[in-house]
């Protein structure tokens, strides 16, 4: 018998990087010099904001998409913080809204101006004030409108409710404190029902979004995680970080059963924080480390091998942070599945870069863009309807041996 290799059928076994023209790059910008790992830019279909080095407080800038080339040094920004800015990200539900965190412990939001920021904007639209200490993430909720979680160097995460009438809200709807030291990330699933974090103490949570029960914990010996992603609807968790001889490490998790990584891969030996990002459309993984030039990616399933490595994009410019294109907001005629924008510190660049699936016909590739997250919420907070499930009203209107009359007297009574 002769040998035949076995080949993995994919559609994306062939995807490529591809950097933007310099034309279409961000010239000039005064990136940041914080060494907080953090991805320090958020982008829309509408506008790119990054956060800048500056004197006196801290600022970040917001240029709109199509605002490509030299940026003018004294162009407006957003300058209302007291500290550094540490971290910022746009509402998914509303493009132009934007939240940022700050060592001055606040968490600050914004409503940009429909024709962008055209001078320096210093009043926020709410102000949340609850913490104690700098605080380093935060997260938009992914499917309830207005609700936002922010995490600081006081060990607590604080659930803020941004749909009520006071500009500065110093009451948070719900604080978890489970956490024994700083929280380095977190992660929420499709539905937004639970989230993960990583933490410093080494261990790895997950949790209910809506009542902050703690529903699991993982403290694995051979694996120090920094970084965590709920992988979409696949009931699994990855998380990048070290091993314990050092070298960089991505681990896979199932969400049901922390007690073990179901796989363990070692990458390589430097020392920069690995950044995951997932596209839960194509099941693809991407990581890009600190300071590195490359991007490696992956494609996940559910069944073993779990990861399947694809390839990886080369580059001689490091980067710092990286910027992720929502997908209504890619270009679809070019076949592109994925955008990164990445910030080159020593350039004072921010560099588009498109993954693209070559295709040779220009129409529109349905199988490359299935369903995806819409920019519309699926809910609120403040639900003052009663709820009564299908099943239930189905049972009491349809039930077992009922007449027509009954059913009648059961929807009058309802």
Not at 314 to 334: W, Y
Request: charged share 20%; net charge positive.
């Amino acid at each position: 018998m002769t040998w035949r290799p076995q080949y993995r059928s994919s559609k994306f076994r062939h995807v490529f990087g591809k950097a933007a023209t310099k034309e279409s790059c961000y010239d000039g910008v005064p990136i940041t010099r914080s060494v907080q790992d953090n991805n320090f830019c958020a982008v829309n279909p509408r506008f790119l904001a990054v956060i800048t080095e500056c004197a006196g407080g801290g600022a970040f800038l917001v240029l709109s998409i199509h605002h490509t080339g030299k940026v003018d040094p004294t162009h407006p920004r957003v300058s209302g913080h007291r500290g550094n800015v540490l971290d910022i990200k746009w509402n998914p539900f509303n493009d132009y809204c934007i939240a940022s965190c700050s060592e001055d412990t606040t968490v600050k939001v914004w409503e940009i101006p429909l024709h962008g920021v055209l001078k320096n904007l210093t009043t926020p639209w709410k102000e949340l004030q609850g913490h104690s200490r700098r605080v380093g993430l935060i997260e938009w909720h992914p499917t309830a409108n207005n609700i936002l979680f922010s995490t600081a160097y006081d060990y607590q995460v604080m659930i803020w409710n941004l749909d009520c009438p006071e500009q500065v809200i110093k009451n948070p709807v719900r604080t978890i404190s489970h956490h024994t030291d700083v929280v380095l990330s977190m992660s929420f699933n499709t539905d937004g029902s639970q989230f993960a974090t990583t933490c410093k103490d080494r261990k790895i949570r997950l949790m209910e979004s809506h009542s902050g029960n703690l529903l699991q914990e993982a403290n694995c010996k051979t694996h120090k995680a920094s970084k965590v992603l709920v992988l979409g609807n696949l009931k699994k968790l990855v998380t990048s970080g070290t091993s314990r001889w050092n070298e960089r490490q991505i681990a896979l998790w199932d969400q049901d059963d922390l007690s073990v990584p179901l796989l363990e891969e070692n990458l390589d030996g430097s020392s920069g924080v690995l950044f995951p990002f997932y596209d839960p459309d194509t099941h693809m993984l991407y990581l890009a480390g600190k300071g590195d030039g490359n991007i490696r990616y992956y494609e996940i399933s559910s069944e073993k091998p779990y990861i399947q490595y694809l390839t990886e994009y080369r580059s001689h410019l490091p980067q710092k942070g990286m910027g992720v294109m929502p997908k209504r907001g890619l270009d679809v005629s070019s076949c592109e599945v994925f955008r990164f924008y990445k910030l080159v510190t020593i350039k004072g660049l921010i560099e588009p870069l498109s993954m693209i699936v070559p295709r040779r016909s220009e129409s529109y590739q349905e199988d490359i863009y299935p369903m995806t997250a819409s920019n519309r919420p699926a809910l609120t907070l403040n639900i003052s309807l009663k709820r009564i499930s299908f099943s239930f009203l189905f049972f009491l209107l349809f039930g077992k041996n009922k007449t027509f009359e009954d059913v009648l007297l059961s929807i009058l009574n309802y």
